[in-house]
């Protein structure tokens, strides 16, 4: 269990938020396109960031609670978690945005 821990709680993240896609049709999923120019600086930033950190070996990873470690050094479950995470974020703003049309963001 312990190597399926991670992966679980991202699977769980994209379980909870899958009806904003299909109940509120936010369409995140099926503009693919713009999905994948948002997730992409942040996979370069943070996954950049993570590399560099573990490379001065200021940040390491368990390895007998993760699946499989890639190159540099980091594990899959930690380049799904910059794929994940934003996909929720922007799947739960979308929502908002679908249910309060009018609504504005305050500090704009």
């Given at each position: 269990m312990a190597h399926w821990g991670y992966l679980l709680?991202?699977?769980?993240?994209?379980?909870?938020?899958?009806?904003?896609?299909?109940?509120?049709?936010?369409?995140?999923?099926?503009r693919w396109q713009r999905l994948l120019l948002t997730l992409t600086p942040v996979m370069i930033m943070f996954g950049g960031?993570?590399?560099?950190?573990?490379?001065?070996?200021?940040?390491?990873?368990?390895?007998?609670?993760?699946?499989?470690v890639l190159p540099g050094r980091l594990p899959l479950e930690e380049w799904l978690f910059f794929v994940v995470i934003p996909i929720c974020i922007i799947l739960s703003f979308e929502a908002v945005r679908r249910v309060r049309p009018n609504w504005r963001d305050p500090e704009a």
């Open positions: 709680v991202l699977a769980a993240c994209l379980i909870i938020t899958l009806p904003l896609e299909l109940g509120l049709r936010t369409r995140v999923y099926a960031w993570d590399l560099y950190a573990v490379s001065r070996h200021q940040w390491s990873y368990d390895r007998a609670r993760v699946l499989v």
